[in-house]
């Protein structure tokens, strides 16, 4: 099970952060069809939040088809995101934390990276520099 949390400084609405953050599990592998969230309970305890933003996020996750209510037991996981396999994500990580290596020894901040990682998404011809 996943454990949310909250950046009040982010600007981005509760309830989407949360959204945000499973979706984010789910392409990671962190979160598998079957796997239950943790309660709107358990999310208002941890976060002392409103019960009410805990339900709005996972009403947003129903409408798009990544989970589904089961009353009495939970919300559970219908679909995943993303691709690759577990072994992708592993050799992946580990290029990334070496090219981060690398932008910290060229004195690179985590604005930088961002920006310079940004800029590659968006960026037409990334694909022909893979």
């Known amino acids: 099970m996943i454990k949310l949390r909250l950046d009040p400084s982010s600007g981005v609405a509760t309830y989407l952060q949360l959204v945000h953050q499973v979706k984010h599990a789910l392409r990671l592998g962190a979160l598998m069809p079957g796997d ?10 941890d976060l002392a939040i409103n019960p009410n933003t ?3 996020a996972y009403r947003e996750l129903e409408h798009e088809g990544l989970v589904a209510g089961r009353p009495g037991l939970g919300t559970f ?3 995943s995101l993303g691709g690759g396999s577990t072994a992708d994500h592993i050799r992946l990580r580990r290029d990334l ?10 004195g690179l901040d985590q604005g930088d990276m961002q920006a310079l990682f940004t800029s590659m998404l968006a960026d037409s011809s990334w694909e022909e520099t893979a």
């Open 36 to 45: 239950r969230l943790p309660t709107i309970k358990e999310v208002v305890s």
């Open 54 to 56: 805990v339900a709005k």
């Open 97 to 106: 934390a070496q090219w981060m290596r690398g932008c910290h020894e060229a």
């Open 77 to 79: 996981v219908q679909r």
